[in-house]
């Protein structure tokens, strides 16, 4: 039997993330893995002379006879020291990496999908601020108002914003400067409404349509409502290239209806959320995730040999 690890947030507790572990941790069983979870705060990052080891004297058993390891987790620091002690990590340290930077993303994904106008917004320091708004006279002639503006780390819709004049994107500008932003086209024909489409692999195993009649951003947490969706060929094409791209093993992929509902990329997600999706399709998306691992870590351990 193939033993695992699934390595979450120590501090991270809510409801719907605890729900997602237990759900994770079932789906192992299912597959007939054995799973254990762990949280990073068991792992420390050694960084002494100049070498980076990981130490985890309270699971350090659990790691050496783990075949891979599921790593629901943003700390990107212990992902890389696991990597280089030859662990295999669903998804790789780097690819979450990508995805959590929503400019990153789009960095990465740059001639492969196709994306909304975006511009990287220019950074400056928590401390100092934007002593000058001279810039944003660019991306409002060059977006149009309103376009949206972004933190580029984010979730649930929280850190996105709709700036209908040079006035509001100033307010939202001031609101989070020091902050990372991307200032993006609003793809209008999208308002309110967009694709979650599940990839595992080479395939979307699960989408919704998200729709909001209340609010631009269509995420779940923000009052949004889940219904069925056919994925058509383009959108599945256009996540699954993007989740290639990206170097991710499974991902949700959040896709935007552009003109004659052409899909427009709007964001990749390394640790999304599938409860909302098992809710409108009935699909428990972690059957295909522990296949895919299964057959994954298989071939890995037959290489090895
Ligand atoms: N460029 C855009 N044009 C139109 N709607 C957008 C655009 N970007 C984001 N949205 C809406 O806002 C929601 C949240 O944006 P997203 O980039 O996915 O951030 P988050 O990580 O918070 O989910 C999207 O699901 C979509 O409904
Ligand atoms: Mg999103």
Not at 30 to 36: F, I, S, V
Request: charge should be negative; proline fraction near 2%.
């Amino acid at each position: 039997m193939i033993k695992g690890l699934l390595i979450v947030n120590a501090f991270l507790n809510t409801e719907a993330v605890t729900a997602t572990y237990d759900a994770l941790l079932l789906g192992a069983k299912r597959a007939g893995l054995e799973m254990n979870r762990s949280v990073n705060a068991d792992y420390f990052v050694d960084m002494a002379d100049g070498k980076v080891k990981c130490s985890s004297p309270k699971v350090s058993e659990q790691l050496s006879e783990a075949g891979f390891i599921l790593f629901w987790n943003k700390d990107v620091f212990l992902g890389r020291a696991l990597e280089r002690e030859g662990h295999r990590l669903f998804n790789s340290a780097a690819s979450i990496e990508y995805c959590d930077n929503k400019a990153l993303t789009f960095e990465k994904l740059e001639g492969v999908v196709r994306t909304p106008k975006t511009f990287k917004i220019p950074m400056t320091f928590e401390t100092v601020g934007y002593t000058s708004f001279e810039f944003e006279t660019f991306l409002g002639d060059n977006l149009g108002y309103p376009y949206v503006i972004k933190e580029c780390y984010g979730s649930y819709g929280g850190q996105v914003y709709l700036a209908g004049s040079r006035t509001q994107a100033h307010d939202i500008l001031k609101h989070i400067e020091g902050k990372e932003c991307i200032a993006q086209e609003f793809i209008d024909t999208s308002r309110g409404r967009d694709i979650r489409a599940y990839v595992v692999g080479d395939r979307v195993v699960a989408s919704m349509v998200r729709s909001n009649a209340n609010d631009f951003r269509s995420n779940i947490a923000n009052g949004g409502s889940a219904g069925r969706h056919e994925i058509t060929k383009e959108q599945e094409k256009m996540a699954v290239t993007a989740v290639h791209k990206l170097g991710l093993d499974f991902a949700g992929v959040d896709i935007l209806f552009g003109a004659d509902d052409e899909p427009v990329l709007c964001e990749v997600n390394s640790n999304a959320q599938f409860r909302g999706l098992k809710e409108a399709t009935g699909t428990d998306i972690t059957d295909a995730l522990f296949d895919y691992i299964k057959n994954t870590s298989c071939i890995n351990i037959s290489d090895t040999l």
